[in-house]
């Protein structure tokens, strides 16, 4: 009674570039996200894992170092895996390389 009947027209040629611009236009604020956090949070950790690794692997004999769980030491072994750390006069702990979180400037350990 108040609603009338609408019939569509066909215009296909129309219809079909419309609906693939519309496409695009609907994808572009999905990408748009993407690219920016790819650059705000993906690429920063992915360089400090890769900063993180070269320090791990430049870790040698006599280099004072901080470990996750916030011990101070003095690296007296080094192995392909693992490291000795030396946090007392006569106290040696062997802990896994990636156990180090910083490696200190050369004697800041008294």
Do not use: W
């Amino acid at each position: 009674m108040f609603i009338s009947n609408a019939y569509a027209q066909a215009a296909p040629a129309a219809a079909e570039a419309a609906s693939m611009s519309s496409t695009l236009t609907s994808m572009l604020p999905l990408v748009l996200m993407f690219v920016v956090l790819y650059f705000i949070m993906i690429r920063p950790q992915m360089k400090k894992q890769k900063e993180h690794r070269a320090m791990i692997d430049a870790l040698a004999k006599g280099d004072e170092v901080v470990t996750a769980g916030g011990m101070l030491g003095r690296i007296v072994s080094v192995s392909d895996g693992a490291l000795g750390v030396q946090i007392a006069n006569g106290v040696e702990v062997q802990m896994q390389r990636s156990a180090v979180v910083q490696v200190l400037p050369k004697g800041t350990i008294k």
